[in-house]
């Protein structure tokens, strides 16, 4: 996602499997609120087969990240604390959080946490 890539009410999935991060985000993308008022019709969920790599400022306010591969989230250039609200993070792997972050809920009930996902099941034939 480039510099100025913006993104709210969302459902982003990628099945892409790979070694490193099949999602990268440029210092400046944005999802979900940019506001950080919590808007619920803002609400982006992002589900991947790999890890994903980001800016700090990536998650702005109600984001779910499901990933089956690393999480990593850069530290803000600034060195000042940047604030996620309502974001929540689950991977199969490992989280890295580099420094210079603050995360606040949202006034959602602790279902947040875990998202009402509306799901689907996959199937994979086999050989």
Same mark, same amino acid.
């Given at each position: ?5 913006? #993104? ?8 892409? #499997?790979?070694?490193?991060? $099949? ?6 993308? $944005? ?27 990536? /998650? ?26 309502? /974001? ?30 509306? /799901? ?8």
């Amino acid at each position: 996602m480039g510099d100025y890539t913006k #993104i709210d009410n969302a459902l982003i999935i990628t099945t892409r #499997i790979s070694s490193s991060s $099949v999602l990268n985000a440029s210092e400046g993308a $944005v999802v979900g609120d940019p506001l950080k008022n919590c808007d619920l019709d803002r609400k982006v969920y992002i589900m991947a087969m790999s890890g994903i790599s980001v800016n700090s400022n990536f /998650t702005a306010s109600n984001v779910a990240l499901i990933v089956n591969g690393d999480i990593n989230i850069a530290a803000n250039s600034s060195s000042t604390d940047v604030e996620h609200k309502g /974001t929540s993070m689950h991977s199969e792997q490992e989280i890295h959080l580099s420094a210079s972050h603050r995360f606040n809920p949202c006034s959602e009930d602790m279902s947040g946490l875990l998202p009402n996902l509306r /799901t689907f099941k996959m199937v994979m034939p086999r050989a």
